[in-house]
């Protein structure tokens, strides 16, 4: 099912309270997963995840994680890109159909050869949009060993 530009699930998913994630495993994105991909694309590949921007930067691209309990978290991930100027953002999103639910709990950052770790709050249950943005056309940004653990 396909609503507003997002690809969504229609399987019932659990709220989680940490996700430990390589991808390894991923032929497709996972059903508890959603991506916003707009003209570029965004898809699972060689064990990781892939925002491409084809012919069309600047794109507002999202990876949608499952539903995540309220609470207070330690974020970590590694991103990587192919050169250029290309940032990830960090988002609280309610309703994944509606992006005026979307809500920046941490600032762009850029992305580089390194691994990102971001403290993250949420005061209510929602999911957490991870945003790239791809400033070039032909650029591409790559996502692995996504890991959320409750902070104390």
Known sequence: MAVCGFVTA????????AIAENFDTWKDISKCWSIQKGEAMLYASDKKIIFYSMTNPKENMYLVTPKIKAGNYT????????????????????????PKTFTTIAKPVKIGKD?????ISLK?????GLKVMLNG????VY???LSLKPRK
């Open 75 to 98: 974020l970590s991930l590694d991103a990587t890109d192919n050169g250029g100027e290309t940032t990830l953002e960090i988002l609280a999103i309610q309703n994944a159909a509606n």
């Open 137 to 140: 056309v032909h650029q591409a």
């Open 10 to 17: 229609s399987a019932q998913c659990k709220t989680v309270s």
């Open 143 to 145: 996502l692995d060993n």
């Open 115 to 119: 691994r990102k770790t971001f403290n």
């Open 124 to 128: 209510k249950d929602s999911n957490l």
